[in-house]
């Protein structure tokens, strides 16, 4: 793992026509796509592709993230599609505070801002395509939008020179333990690629097959009943006694969102060196999922027969009720289909000018999930359900920027942004929930979201020893075509266009004040945008739906970085101060729909402040003690605090949802030879709150957020110059954790690889 200095560039292309290599300090030089880059004023993390295949299991694309610093991607099973990362100071939850590309192609689901539907599209990436991802931290480049706030995670594929593949195996076996839950959750991944060169012409394929059986998701629950039980009620065992993370008592009655997974992915790109200046690149993906969710229910009648729904029940001696959706609502056939495609012209002018311009598109081809609502075991068969589409649901993006080099030391960047979002999202009833047709329009919402930007910065060596970066980005943002629909409770509302429009300044400076120290000081502000599916959201209050605020604010953050980094023999430490400050915070909390009224609901506001506060230690070191042992950490305590909230004054003062204030990780790899590698890496993360005020004290259980402490152990082998292999143990400790889901235990894993 490499960190970079302070104005690292991105990883520069292959030695060709469009390198730049004067274009940053501490370059890391990899095989990849050519493309332009300019100084980037920002703190990096690097991780290439022989460190990834050393240190980590990847079977998702996400996986490559695992021990950068600062970075948690919420993955509760192979193959999860609801997968965010969390940054310094944004938790799951906040997903549009993040960006992430793939050889320029945004890959973030900014249609939410949420671990559902935001969640990034890691299908669209085969992990034998990666050569390396980047990690900067923080809004201060100006090339990059509002979303920038936490980070920016740049996946970088390359092209072949010459004619080349390879074809994979893995598989995994995880045993899960938890209240009656006992099982092994199986997984097995293949997947192959080629390419070659043919004079200009060049292409890669890659495709990935992806079969995975994931452990409960979810656990079917009923507040503890007050009415003791009668004795014609039918006694019901298996039940388990716990409490919910608000610490009221609670009853486990059973596990859902068993998923099991089929998965495809497959990508194509193709370049043409129209000369020695000149490169078109398109790529185009697919990625295919069928998903089908069981449930498993702990209770038995006095014949030892299952039981889903009905009542009154005896439970404990206590009476209850169990509805029919308690546990057909985690039953469900999910079918998507999405495309994303990227056509691109990078080119250089002369010594002293590149440019890029490239078009990208996402687009939901189909979006189902077909669910129950009538009761288990009868609806196994079918019956009365709901079918949820989000067809049509895509974006498309534009950027063209140019990179004009005027003096040896001094280079101005600048460039133009598009980008236009589009959620579409419709439930209907049905007859057949496994296979009827649509019928009625039951609820819809749909929204659009559109942007347009310029940006300008310039990178100046004022001498040897100081670069200052500064820059700005000009942003006008539009949300239209808002529709709120329901049947029942009785909604039609078509909501106002709003507009916004926003510029963000951006400075950062260099001091490499004595051999092998630097230090660097950077400051930006950045403006989030609302998603649509924040601006549209629905709340029901009774027999009445309404749509809390459809004219949300922008977050507006201030962020301010301070680093001290210093160079030591085969590695390097940096210890970083950042704060961070964000007016118009978009949180969900509790408050009245209706003024003065004392009914609370949760729903997302703008929160007046919070405020973020943080220490950073990176550290990296190659042949620490001995040859071939190399270690890399990272810890970070932050303090993350709600400091005004006119709205909801109980949360002033609490921290922050879903901000840690201590993490760690740590990885050692021991390379005895050129053959073997052996891997012992642990990650630490403290527990977070869920609520805005703090009020959920129990972590453990469904829907708390707990601290978790995992080791993970990895062995690979290079058996020849063609032929690897790899086993790994995650979590071989069996922490036993929640993030809201309850997380993979003691998870086994070997690969097989051969290239040519």
Do not use: C
Not at 18 to 27: E, I, L, M, S
Not at 508 to 533: C, D
Not at 542 to 552: E, I, M, R, W, Y
Not at 555 to 584: C, K, N, Q
């Amino acid at each position: 793992m490499t960190l970079a200095g302070a104005f690292a560039a991105p990883a520069l292309a292959q030695s060709g026509p469009y390198d730049d290599t004067d274009a940053g300090k501490d370059t890391v030089v990899i095989t990849g796509e050519k493309t332009a880059q300019q100084q980037n004023p920002t703190t990096v993390a690097t991780i290439t592709a022989e460190e990834i295949a050393t240190t980590t299991a990847v079977t998702n694309a996400e996986d490559a993230l695992r021990y950068l610093p600062n970075i948690v991607v919420r993955k509760r099973h192979i193959g999860d599609t609801f997968a965010p990362i969390t940054t310094r100071t944004s938790g799951v939850g906040a997903s549009a505070r993040s960006l992430i590309y793939v050889d320029g192609a945004i890959i973030s689901a900014l249609i939410g801002n949420n671990n559902g539907n935001g969640s990034p599209k890691w299908g669209m990436v085969s992990p034998a395509e990666i050569s390396s991802v980047d990690v900067y931290y923080g809004p201060f480049s100006a090339a990059y939008a509002g979303n920038s706030i936490g980070a920016v995670v740049e996946i970088n594929t390359r092209m072949p020179e010459k004619f080349e593949g390879s074809v994979g195996v893995t598989g995994s076996t995880h045993k899960f333990e938890q209240y009656a839950t006992n099982d092994t959750f199986n997984a097995w991944q293949a997947s192959a690629t080629v390419g070659n060169r043919f004079g200009p012409l060049s292409f890669w394929l890659a495709a990935t097959h992806t079969d995975s059986a994931s452990h409960p998701l979810a656990y079917v629950t009923a507040a503890r009943s007050a009415t003791l039980a009668q004795s014609t009620d039918p006694v019901l065992t298996g039940a388990f006694a716990d409490a919910n993370r608000l610490a009221a008592p609670i009853m486990v009655l059973g596990a859902g969102a068993l998923e099991d997974q089929v998965q495809d992915n497959i990508k194509l790109k193709a370049a043409w060196d129209i000369d020695g200046n000149t490169r078109l690149a398109y790529t185009v993906g697919r990625f295919a999922n069928d998903t089908s969710s069981d449930v498993q229910t702990y209770l038995r009648d006095a014949s030892g027969n299952p039981v889903f729904a009905g009542g009154p029940f005896n439970i404990d001696g206590r009476r209850y009720t169990i509805a029919a959706s308690a546990f057909s609502n985690n039953v469900y056939n999910t079918n998507e289909e999405q495309w994303n495609q990227s056509l691109s012209l990078t080119g250089k002018a002369g010594a002293d000018f590149d440019w890029r311009v490239v078009g990208t598109t996402y687009d939901y081809a189909q979006s189902e999930q077909r669910l129950p609502t009538t009761a288990l075991p009868a609806a196994d068969a079918g019956g009365a359900g709901a079918i949820v589409r989000g067809d049509g649901t895509g974006w498309e993006t534009l950027d063209a920027k140019g990179i004009w080099r005027l003096a040896p030391g001094h280079e101005l960047s600048f460039g133009v942004h598009g980008d236009r979002y589009e959620l579409k999202n419709e439930r209907f009833s049905t007859t057949n929930w496994i296979n009827g047709a649509a019928g009625t329009l039951v609820n819809a919402s749909r929204g659009k979201t559109e942007t347009t930007g310029i940006w300008v910065q310039d990178a100046w060596d004022i001498n040897d020893a100081v670069t200052l970066v500064a820059g700005g980005r000009y942003e006008s943002w539009k949300a239209h075509d808002g529709l709120n629909f329901s049947a029942t409770p009785a909604l039609n509302v078509n909501q106002p266009e709003i507009t916004a429009d926003k510029f963000s300044p951006k400075a950062s400076v260099r001091w490499a004040f004595a051999p092998e120290w630097s230090a660097k000081a950077s400051i930006g502000q950045a403006y989030r945008f609302p998603t649509v599916s924040e601006l549209y959201q629905a709340i029901t209050t009774g027999a009445t739906l309404s749509v809390p605020n459809p004219n949300l604010r922008p977050e507006d953050a201030l962020s301010t970085e301070w680093s001290i980094e210093h160079s030591i023999e085969d590695g390097t430490v940096r210890l970083t101060y950042f704060i961070e400050d964000i007016d118009d915070a978009l949180i969900s909390q509790s408050a009245p729909l209706v003024i003065g009224s004392p009914t609370l609901f949760n729903f997302v506001q703008n929160v007046d402040k919070v405020e973020s506060r943080g220490v950073e230690l990176v550290a990296t070191r190659d042949n620490l003690l001995i040859q071939g042992l190399s270690l890399t950490g990272s810890a970070t305590w932050v303090d993350s605090k709600t400091a005004e909230d006119t709205a909801f004054p109980a949360a002033v003062g609490k921290n922050t949802p879903g901000v840690p204030e201590w993490r760690a990780t740590l990885v050692g790899t021991y390379r005895p030879d050129d053959k073997w590698a052996f891997t012992l890496a642990g990650r630490y993360f403290d527990r977070v709150y869920a609520t805005i005020d703090n009020i959920d004290t129990v972590s453990h259980t469904y829907q708390g957020f707990e601290s978790f402490m995992t080791w993970d152990a990895r062995v690979a082998y290079n058996i020849d110059p063609n032929w690897t292999a790899a086993i790994s143990l995650e979590n071989f400790g069996g922490n036993d954790y929640f993030l809201f889901h309850p997380f993979p235990q003691r998870t086994a894993s070997a690969e097989l690889t051969y290239r040519f």
